[in-house]
């Protein structure tokens, strides 16, 4: 093969097919037909040039015989001729490149191997926690991240080797949480290294190619086959500037190397929403009785200007840090209110804080929505929101005009009742979950249709009631009748609509017996 131009990745012209690429072959697996199983359909590939761009590419079944066996994964090879095509997955597929085309090898296609290719490029391109913990990102688009190992699983042991996992929590430079499961060999190495290393200083993973995981509205990550590549405290670029990144602000807590066992469970977004928590109009929740949690179904109307719509937060507890005053140092320090963390740091990170009013067709209340359910509807970090309104020169008190976006959404909301609610009398109360899933709306809205519905039909059952006894009888027991009523709506409220058959059972015997009375006083 003649010695060609090299044209990059992003330079691909789909018009042409006569050009050379250099590149590495960062992974490789073969697909099976859907047809049979024990028969393989085509060899696919993730390709990778110097500038560090990604394509996908695939040899079908025909040219097996050409290029099966000299394509093997980690070497460098200059290809020409190829064919390009659209990349359209199926919707069950997984992406692993942002370009729109794939490249496919035809008979025509050359390729001739190379040793000359920089060892430090690895196509990693990292994603914000946030936007997967928020489902911003298509669960079809694999993602790389990297984090600190702060906690984890011991081995999770199946029969079958590639189904045994450890789960991981990784937290990012922001302080965000994501969740990790890694299968197989993968889950080997990395519990392997947990267990032989010491973990005084943390421990940094890169997960590449990893596949984003909506288990019953619980978000996370997970290792995608083989076809994922797991880095742990690898002395590579990106690992070295994370840690410089976290030594900058030279704070203990975030260079911790404890990592604890998980044993959280999460409840899916179905369970909260329809079966665990009981759903309630704004009106009946006005009053704060007790600490407790409800849902509510309702449009954001607006939202109330006249308090902060973020705070600035410890990077370790993401709780409230307050500015120290008379600092004698060059820039401003920062003081977590965590009593159990009391932490300083140099570079505080903003988190939303935002009072939004919201109304169903009974009434209107405030609700605070805080950062993880803010940036899941908006998109954007109150992190990037804050330096995009600073640097338009705003300040922080006045509202950022992207916060408008939220006004007219319809969603249901978990909301909390505090302590604090309950001592004060502070009906302003806490939104924690959030969700505009049309099918959780619609069935929220069928039960509190058929709350009012059961309320309906029983104060026309009560008139009945009260026509049937008629008004001797209800002058005579006016004083039951009080304390009767009072029954009902304790039965309605604690029972719920099965208290209403009891109710009616009640009242039957009730006018039978007081009937019966008035026969044996007519006949005396």
């Known amino acids: 093969m003649a010695t060609s131009k090299i044209t990059f990745i992003k330079d691909i012209d789909p018009v042409n097919s006569d050009f050379t690429i250099k590149v590495k072959v960062l992974k490789l697996w073969t697909l099976n037909s859907k047809f049979n199983e024990n028969e393989k359909y085509s060899i696919e590939m993730i390709l990778l040039d110097e500038q560090g761009s990604l394509i996908q590419a695939n040899v079908f079944q025909n040219l097996f015989y050409k290029f099966e066996k000299s394509l093997r994964e980690g070497s460098v090879y200059e290809f020409t001729t190829l064919s390009v095509a659209k990349h359209n997955p199926h919707p069950k597929s997984?992406?692993?490149?942002?370009?729109?085309?794939?490249?496919?090898?035809?008979?025509?296609?050359?390729?001739?191997?190379?040793?000359?290719?920089?060892?430090?490029?690895?196509?990693?391109?990292?994603?914000?926690?946030?936007?997967?913990?928020?489902?911003?990102?298509?669960?079809?688009?694999?993602?790389?991240?990297?984090?600190?190992?702060?906690?984890?699983?011991?081995?999770?042991?199946?029969?079958?080797?590639?189904?045994?996992?450890?789960?991981?929590?990784?937290?990012?430079?922001?302080?965000?949480?994501?969740?990790?499961?890694?299968?197989?060999?993968?889950?080997?190495?990395?519990?392997?290294?947990?267990?032989?290393?010491?973990?005084?200083?943390?421990?940094?993973?890169?997960?590449?190619?990893?596949?984003?995981?909506?288990?019953?509205?619980?978000?996370?990550?997970?290792?995608?086959?083989?076809?994922?590549?797991?880095?742990?405290?690898?002395?590579?670029?990106?690992?070295?500037?994370?840690?410089?990144?976290?030594?900058?602000?030279?704070?203990?807590?975030?260079?911790?190397?404890?990592?604890?066992?998980?044993?959280?469970?999460?409840?899916?977004?179905?369970?909260?929403?329809?079966?665990?928590?009981?759903?309630?109009?704004?009106?009946?929740?006005?009053?704060?009785?007790?600490?407790?949690?409800?849902?509510?179904?309702?449009?954001?109307?607006?939202?109330?200007?006249?308090?902060?719509?973020?705070y600035q937060s410890c990077p370790d507890c993401h709780v409230k840090a307050v500015e120290i005053p008379d600092c004698n140092e060059d820039v401003k320090l920062y003081k977590c209110t965590n009593v159990e963390c009391n932490k300083s740091t140099k570079v505080p990170i903003p988190r939303y804080m935002i009072p939004v009013c919201v109304q169903d067709d009974s009434a209107s209340t405030i609700l605070t929505m805080f950062d993880r359910e803010a940036y899941g509807l908006l998109g954007i970090s109150a992190r990037d929101l804050a330096e995009k309104h600073t640097r338009l020169g705003f300040s922080l008190g006045i509202y950022p005009p992207e916060l408008n976006f939220l006004k007219n959404?319809?969603?249901?909301?978990?909301?909390?009742?505090?302590?604090?609610?309950?001592?004060?009398?502070?009906?302003?109360?806490?939104?924690?979950?959030?969700?505009?899933?049309?099918?959780?709306?619609?069935?929220?809205?069928?039960?509190?249709?058929?709350?009012?519905?059961?309320?309906?039909?029983?104060?026309?059952?009560?008139?009945?009631?009260?026509?049937?006894?008629?008004?001797?009888?209800?002058?005579?027991?006016?004083?039951?009748?009080?304390?009767?009523?009072?029954f009902s709506r304790l039965c309605f409220t604690e029972i719920g609509p099965r208290g209403i058959l009891v109710v009616k059972l009640i009242f039957f015997f009730f006018c039978l017996t007081n009937n019966l009375t008035r026969k044996t006083l007519s006949k005396a």
């Open 94 to 310: 997984t992406i692993f490149s942002d370009l729109p085309n794939k490249i496919t090898f035809i008979r025509e296609t050359e390729l001739k191997e190379s040793l000359n290719f920089p060892k430090n490029v690895f196509g990693l391109s990292f994603v914000d926690f946030q936007k997967i913990n928020s489902k911003v990102i298509p669960t079809q688009r694999s993602v790389d991240v990297i984090g600190v190992v702060v906690s984890r699983t011991t081995i999770i042991p199946s029969q079958k080797k590639d189904k045994q996992r450890i789960h991981l929590e990784l937290k990012n430079l922001d302080g965000v949480l994501l969740k990790v499961t890694l299968w197989g060999h993968f889950a080997n190495k990395v519990s392997d290294y947990l267990d032989t290393h010491n973990t005084d200083d943390c421990v940094v993973i890169i997960v590449q190619f990893a596949k984003i995981n909506d288990y019953r509205g619980n978000i996370g990550v997970a290792s995608y086959y083989d076809v994922t590549t797991v880095f742990i405290n690898t002395d590579i670029d990106e690992i070295k500037q994370f840690r410089e990144k976290l030594a900058k602000d030279n704070e203990s807590s975030q260079l911790s190397g404890t990592i604890s066992l998980i044993r959280t469970k999460h409840v899916s977004l179905n369970d909260d929403f329809l079966k665990n928590n009981e759903v309630k109009t704004i009106y009946k929740s006005k009053e704060p009785v007790q600490v407790e949690e409800f849902i509510i179904v309702g449009t954001i109307i607006g939202i109330r200007q006249d308090k902060p719509w973020c």
């Open 409 to 486: 959404k319809h969603l249901a909301f978990k909301v909390s009742v505090t302590k604090y609610n309950v001592k004060f009398q502070n009906s302003v109360y806490t939104i924690s979950r959030v969700t505009e899933e049309k099918q959780i709306i619609e069935s929220l809205e069928r039960k509190l249709l058929q709350l009012q519905g059961n309320l309906g039909r029983w104060v026309t059952f009560s008139r009945l009631c009260f026509t049937e006894i008629g008004p001797k009888v209800t002058s005579h027991y006016s004083g039951n009748l009080g304390r009767w009523v009072t």
